[in-house]
């Protein structure tokens, strides 16, 4: 069973414009968030991340919100840029010794021109 | 930079012969992960270690053995290679803490296809 789910495989964007890209965890438990970005060909790289304790965290372009009741979070990119075309996952870190993160499916970010 | 190699970049190889994914880190890191990435399953966790011979399963270790006799390397084996296991192979490590916020720095990945 998922415990991270991004519901969207696939968005598309135009360029400029606000991207939002969305993710909901099953355990109310998990208390750290990170997303990360992949390009073709290369291994994801950490993008943002945000811990239980915010309900917000802005990198730049970027901003990550946390919903703990709804057990919801979102990545917004303003402005848009064509070089964000990529995939996002969304993930959290499952706590214990052995540091796992728990990834979810990803959603492909496509920006228009 | 975590300094994550991973070797082969590319390969393929038929149904039923072993196969050894190597990834090799320069950072001195305790926990290294193997993931397969797959279209619709996202970054599945195969196997980690948590320090030299200490390794355990993740979500997805059927078909697959590691081994870690030194800390820089984590071997990814499949013993008897399928066609379910073509896949792109992403090793990772857990840091460095700053750069990554307490999260992975990955390899460029293996693509592996199994004919």
């Known amino acids: 069973d998922q415990q991270v789910k991004q519901n969207s495989p696939s968005l598309s964007v135009q360029e400029g414009r606000i991207s939002i890209l969305n993710c909901d965890y099953t355990?109310?438990?998990?208390?750290?968030f990170l997303w990360y970005k992949k390009y073709p060909a290369e291994g994801p790289t950490f993008l943002i991340s945000?811990?239980?304790?915010?309900d917000k965290n802005e990198d730049g372009r970027f901003t990550v919100f946390l919903n703990k009741s709804a057990k919801h979070l979102s990545l917004h990119i303003v402005p848009s840029q064509p070089g964000d075309s990529a995939v996002y996952f969304c993930?959290?870190?499952?706590?214990?010794?052995?540091?796992?993160?728990?990834f979810g499916k990803g959603t492909r970010l496509h920006i228009l021109p | 930079d975590a300094g994550i190699t991973q070797s082969p970049r590319h390969k393929v190889t038929e149904t039923g012969t072993p196969v050894t994914l190597r990834c090799h880190q320069t950072?001195?890191?305790?926990?290294m992960y193997w993931y397969r990435q797959d279209p619709g399953h996202g970054l599945r966790l195969i196997h980690y270690?948590?320090?030299?011979?200490?390794?355990d399963k993740g979500e997805v270790s059927d078909g697959y053995s590691v081994s870690r006799s030194k800390t820089e390397d984590f071997l990814l084996t499949l013993e008897s290679a399928t066609s379910s296991q073509t896949s792109v192979y992403f090793c990772?490590?857990?840091?460095?803490?700053?750069?990554?916020?307490?999260?992975?720095?990955f390899g460029s990945g293996t693509r592996l296809t199994v004919v």
């Open positions: 993930a959290t870190k499952a706590g214990g010794r052995d540091d796992k993160i728990i």
């Open positions: 355990n109310s438990m998990f208390d750290y």
């Open positions: 945000i811990s239980s304790i915010k």
């Open positions: 950072e001195n890191h305790r926990y």
């Open positions: 270690s948590y320090g030299v011979k200490d390794t």
């Open positions: 990772a490590t857990n840091g460095p803490m700053r750069q990554t916020n307490y999260g992975y720095t």
